[in-house]
């Protein structure tokens, strides 16, 4: 082979990447303003697009379920306030029946039954898209608890336990020792009753001396101190309470002790 060095270069055999554009070309400058302000226009869109998501998916359903829980509660609280439970009461409630706390709550009417069906129907998807909101298991609570959907109704509280401020938690705790006192009487196993009772009072204990819910949580604490065959810390307990749940109480109580294996199992 010839060596094309040693020769002279022909003018047709110049190399020819000098005649093929360059970075410094000013096709590739428009390119690399381009890439210039993408950046500072992505700075500023992300943002834009983080907040849309958040108001889309974390916002606007907590205000949704907000107003749907605030255009009920008042109409729950007015059906819990005119319900006279069995030996029991909820913060709120009129003076409580003579009756065992384990009996079925008073039969709802029509009206009744479409309010509470309807606040579940609305405020259940509530509870999940807004699990902070206290206003929604604080009044689905109540209206599950009213309907006789005691699981559901402790399910409510129990969210409420864990998101409401001191009132809410405290109006819970009353709400999940009314339960745990039905729930006990409902069953067959002295040391299972026992179990609720003692439950119901883990409860109760710590809301006594609040100045909302402090008279209903002392009624109900007498209640299971009697169902543990205390009846007199249970008399002892139920000082200072109005006349009418008083009374209600002291008749309860003059019917009868209860069975006295449930301290027998306490102890």
């Known amino acids: 082979m010839a060596n094309r060095r040693a020769g002279e270069r022909r003018g047709d055999e110049r190399r020819t990447f000098r005649s093929e554009g360059g970075r410094r070309?000013?096709?590739?400058?428009?390119?690399?303003?381009?890439?210039?302000?993408?950046?500072?226009?992505?700075?500023?869109?992300?943002?834009?697009?983080?907040?849309?998501?958040?108001?889309?998916?974390?916002?606007?359903?907590?205000?949704?379920?907000?107003?749907r829980a605030t255009e009920v509660r008042d109409d729950v609280a007015s059906l819990a306030g005119r319900t006279a439970l069995p030996m029991l009461q909820l913060p709120g409630g009129p003076a409580?029946?003579?009756?065992?706390?384990?009996?079925?709550?008073?039969?709802?009417?029509r009206d009744e039954q479409v309010l509470v069906a309807e606040v579940h129907d609305r405020l259940?998807?509530?509870?999940?898209?807004?699990?902070?909101?206290?206003?929604?298991?604080?009044t689905l609570g109540s209206a599950r608890f009213l309907a006789g959907n005691e699981r559901g109704a402790r399910k409510?509280?129990?969210?409420?336990?864990?998101?409401?401020?001191?009132?809410e938690q405290a109006a819970a705790?009353?709400?999940?020792?009314?339960?745990?006192?039905?729930?006990?009487?409902?069953l067959e196993d002295p040391q299972d009753q026992a179990f609720a009772f003692?439950?119901?009072?883990?409860?109760?204990?710590?809301?006594?001396?609040?100045?909302d819910v402090g008279a209903a949580a002392r009624f109900d604490r007498a209640v299971a101190l009697a169902l543990l065959d205390r009846p007199d810390d249970a008399r002892a307990q139920a000082a200072g309470l109005e006349p009418a749940v008083l009374e209600t109480l002291h008749q309860w109580l003059d019917q009868g002790a209860p069975?006295?294996?449930?301290?027998?199992?306490?102890q």
Not at 36 to 60: S, Y
Not at 96 to 109: A, I, K, V
Not at 124 to 138: C, D, F
Request: aromatic share 2%; charged share 20%; glycine share 6%.
């Open 173 to 186: 705790r009353v709400g999940l020792g009314v339960i745990a006192i039905r729930m006990g009487a409902s």
């Open 198 to 211: 003692t439950e119901a009072l883990r409860h109760l204990d710590r809301v006594t001396s609040d100045d």
């Open 25 to 67: 070309d000013e096709q590739n400058n428009r390119r690399t303003g381009v890439r210039k302000f993408l950046l500072p226009a992505l700075l500023v869109l992300i943002p834009l697009l983080v907040g849309l998501a958040w108001r889309t998916a974390i916002l606007a359903p907590r205000r949704a379920a907000e107003i």
């Open 156 to 167: 409510a509280w129990e969210s409420l336990l864990a998101v409401g401020g001191a009132p």
């Open 259 to 266: 069975p006295a294996t449930l301290m027998e199992e306490v």
């Open 124 to 138: 259940s998807p509530s509870l999940r898209a807004a699990p902070t909101l206290a206003v929604v298991p604080a």
């Open 96 to 109: 409580p029946s003579p009756l065992p706390p384990g009996d079925p709550l008073p039969e709802l009417t």
